[in-house]
């Protein structure tokens, strides 16, 4: 698969088994991925892809190729790189082993394979535990990955519509992937698994990601505020819900206390489907007071 994942495996696959300092050149007609027939390109690719390393803890390092200290190369130092025996005991094996079984990505668990580099391997006929499914195929979740990194556009349905974002990252929230990014000239934010047909564009380098961009906070902190519609809701929560209610707004949105300690707020829903999911928790306390539109989706809701 042709991504960033790979040309970084790639990469950190001839720096540690080189047995010598290597020079950019040399990265360059070795490495599977690098442009070799435009400079800038290259030169932009590994910049980025150096900064990637770095950014994970691997101690790339420059240093001279020889003793006359003429040319200088990269190297990244095994006994730096490699980490020590951490000593664990039978009882800490076992219960990273089932750490690593709970959590999953695309359905798959971790392999034995990890665990045998710590010294030791999984329980025999230990059956299957209770797992958290992180949702999505290795596939798609490369594809966006790979947008991000190398600044491609990226491509996809989206609710029976064709969308087109400028990916700044992908995130896992609310037991849920989002891809976070510009489109069409505003900062917006997919849910991935309601898409579909994801696709990297060919060009890299399409776009710059703003300075000081914080995923943290750009990510919704409410459910109903991913998605594609635009709708400003008006809801009343009755006094004994409010404080409640209050807590879950969103900072984007409007409150207004009233004399018997009711409150209303108005704030915006990209998502009607999980803003009703999440009126509907409050019963009878809580009245949707517009648009319209939004209360009857609710009430046939309801009624059916």
């Given amino acids: 698969m042709k991504n960033v994942i790979e040309?970084?495996?790639?990469?950190?696959?001839?720096?540690l088994t080189a047995g010598r300092p290597v020079t950019a050149e040399d990265i360059r007609e070795t490495v599977a991925g690098y442009d070799r027939d435009n400079d800038v390109a290259f030169h932009r690719m590994f910049e980025r892809d150096k900064d990637l390393l770095r950014s994970m803890g691997i101690p790339l390092t420059l240093t001279f190729t020889d003793v006359w200290e003429v040319e200088q190369g990269y190297v990244v130092p095994p006994r730096d790189y490699e980490l020590p025996d951490p000593g664990?005991?039978?009882?800490?094996?076992?219960?990273?082993?089932?750490?690593?079984?709970?959590?999953?990505?695309?359905?798959?668990?971790?392999?034995?394979?990890?665990?045998?580099?710590?010294?030791?391997?999984?329980?025999?006929?230990?059956?299957?535990?209770?797992?958290?499914?992180?949702?999505?195929?290795?596939?798609?979740?490369?594809?966006?990955?790979?947008?991000?990194?190398?600044?491609?556009?990226?491509?996809?349905?989206?609710?029976?519509?064709?969308?087109?974002?400028?990916?700044?990252?992908?995130?896992?929230?609310?037991?849920?992937?989002?891809v976070v990014g510009e489109a069409g000239g505003e900062p917006r934010a997919f849910r991935v698994d309601r898409g579909d047909g994801f696709a990297a564009g060919q060009e890299p380098e399409s776009f710059e990601r703003p300075a000081g961009f914080d995923i943290k906070t750009s990510i919704p902190t409410a459910p109903w505020e991913a998605g594609d519609e635009d709708v400003v809701a008006v809801v009343r929560f009755d006094a004994n819900v409010a404080w409640w209610a209050d807590r879950q707004l969103p900072a984007g949105a409007s409150r207004v206390t009233e004399a018997d300690g009711g409150l209303v707020a108005h704030l915006p829903v990209a998502n009607t489907g999980a803003f009703i999911g999440w009126m509907i928790g409050f019963v009878d306390e809580a009245e949707i007071i517009g648009p319209p539109e939004l209360r009857s989706q609710l009430v046939e809701l309801v009624r059916g």
Avoid: C
């Fill in 88 to 178: 664990l005991t039978d009882e800490e094996r076992a219960a990273l082993w089932l750490a690593a079984q709970v959590v999953r990505l695309g359905g798959q668990s971790t392999g034995a394979d990890a665990m045998f580099k710590l010294g030791g391997a999984p329980m025999p006929a230990a059956g299957e535990p209770l797992a958290a499914d992180l949702g999505l195929s290795a596939d798609d979740l490369a594809i966006i990955f790979s947008a991000v990194a190398e600044h491609r556009v990226l491509r996809f349905g989206y609710r029976d519509k064709p969308r087109e974002i400028k990916p700044y990252g992908l995130i896992h929230r609310h037991g849920h992937w989002y």
């Fill in 7 to 15: 040309r970084l495996l790639n990469l950190l696959a001839f720096l």
